[in-house]
Structure formats: structure tokens, C-alpha cells
């Protein structure tokens, strides 16, 4: 069974721009969650989206936004780049149910210059 | 603000040594823990899961929860080189969302 994909890899971008990440969930997982990982916050929660309804926020700028599509397929998209959001972006996939497990993509690091 | 809090380490063990690592949750009301392991340059991959108080083995790995303390741990026995690594622990309650603590290194030397 395929694990969660996460598109691209690397990407580089310059302040003010703004770039979409895609993630694609283990087949059968209805739920993905967004994290960003720096060395010096961890991780740190940005959204959950199941059967294409944002469940959960966590407590970024509405510069970060996400989505997700009938496939379960999601998106998440941050506009106006800053420096700051330089890190690198976790995606993960579950079932959907409570207290469930995740599984983590190998990530988009994304750097801002 | 919930949030769950470990030790940043460095922590440093020999090999087959066991490892102790800690961490505490301020939400009284969460429910599952976990604890995930994160090499280097690698995304966080899930080793243990514990839903009630009490002990939980999985191989050399032992898991314990105590609720009323909002204490969760992680014991690793016989400690290999191979299990150096950054250690996340993490707790949610029903449909919440899953919080993570900024992970405790682990270095095991041979």
C-alpha cells in the first residue's frame, strides 16, 4: 500500500510569492493534516481537512489557507511569503475516526529568500 | 493553549542501556498519546500508541501513562545505536487535533 505523497520535494520561492503544496493520503484515509516543522517551534498543527470540510485550525495567519477534494487529495496554499515561513511542511494521513493514528509524508521544505 | 512539553536533550546513553524518555500534556481532558520517532532528515514515523494508565509493551520498547499526573514516557531497553533519533511525543482528545512536543534527542553510543 502506497504511503502519503507529498509534492514537491524542495521548493524555493522569494517573499511575497506564494506557493501551493499538494499531498496525497495513504488510499482509504479520509482525514490529512498540515503541520509545519522548525527547528526551534517543532511541530506545529495547521489544518485538518475530512471529506472535504476544514475539522480543526491551528493558530497561523489567514496567509495559510488549505483545501481538500473529493479524493481526498488536499492543498495547502500560503500566500505573501515572509521569511519566516521557511521550514518544512508535514502532511498526514488517518482513517478519519477519533483518537486515531498518523502517518506522515517525507514533507515539502520550502525556503523563502 | 494546550501543549505538551519534553526535554530538548541531548540524551545520552551506551549502548544496551535503557533509554527514559519523558514528557507531560496540560490538557486534562486528552486521551491518546503517542510517541513518534524522526531521524534525521526524515518525517516522523509512529512507534508507540497508549490509551490508558498503566504499562504498554511493544519489543523493547514500553510505554507508560499516568493520567492523573498528565505524565506519558517512553522506556527503550537494550538502546542501540540504531535508535538515536528525535523522539515526539503527542496527545489529542476525540476530533481534536494531534499536539506534539518539540521531541527529545536521543543518542545511544557504542
Known amino acids: 500500500k502506497a504511503g502519503v505523497t507529498q509534492t514537491p520535494r524542495y521548493l524555493i520561492k522569494t517573499r511575497g510569492q506564494q506557493v501551493t503544496l499538494s499531498c496525497s493520503p495513504i488510499?482509504?484515509?479520509?482525514?490529512v493534516s498540515w503541520y509545519q516543522q522548525t527547528p526551534g517551534q517543532g511541530l506545529q498543527f495547521l489544518f485538518e481537512?475530512?471529506?472535504?470540510?476544514?475539522?480543526n485550525k491551528g493558530n497561523f495567519p489567514g496567509r495559510f489557507s488549505g483545501r481538500q477534494f473529493s479524493n481526498s487529495r488536499s492543498e495547502m496554499n500560503v500566500s505573501t511569503l515572509e521569511l519566516g515561513d521557511s521550514a518544512l511542511y508535514l502532511c498526514?494521513?488517518?482513517?478519519?475516526?477519533?483518537?486515531?493514528?498518523?502517518?506522515f509524508g517525507s514533507g515539502t521544505q520550502l525556503s523563502v529568500l | 493553549q494546550k501543549e505538551v512539553e519534553q526535554n530538548s536533550g541531548p540524551l545520552s546513553v551506551p549502548e544496551g542501556a535503557i533509554a527514559s524518555l519523558n514528557c507531560t500534556y496540560s490538557?486534562?481532558?486528552?486521551?491518546?498519546f503517542f510517541w513518534y520517532r524522526q531521524y534525521s532528515g526524515k518525517s516522523p514515523e509512529l512507534i508507540m500508541s497508549i490509551y490508558s494508565n498503566g504499562d504498554k509493551e511493544d519489543g523493547r520498547f514500553t510505554a507508560q501513562l499516568n493520567k492523573a499526573s498528565q505524565y506519558v514516557s517512553l522506556l527503550i531497553r537494550d538502546s542501540q545505536p540504531s535508535d538515536s533519533a528525535t523522539y515526539l511525543c503527542?496527545?489529542?482528545?476525540?476530533?481534536?487535533?494531534?499536539?506534539f512536543g518539540k521531541g527529545t534527542t536521543l543518542s545511544v553510543s557504542s
Open positions: 503527542a496527545s489529542n482528545q476525540a476530533g481534536t487535533a494531534l499536539i
Open positions: 488510499s482509504g484515509h479520509r482525514s
Open positions: 481537512y475530512f471529506s472535504e470540510t476544514q475539522r
Open positions: 490538557d486534562r481532558v486528552s486521551q491518546s
Open positions: 498526514a494521513s488517518s482513517l478519519g475516526q477519533s483518537n486515531e493514528k498518523l502517518f
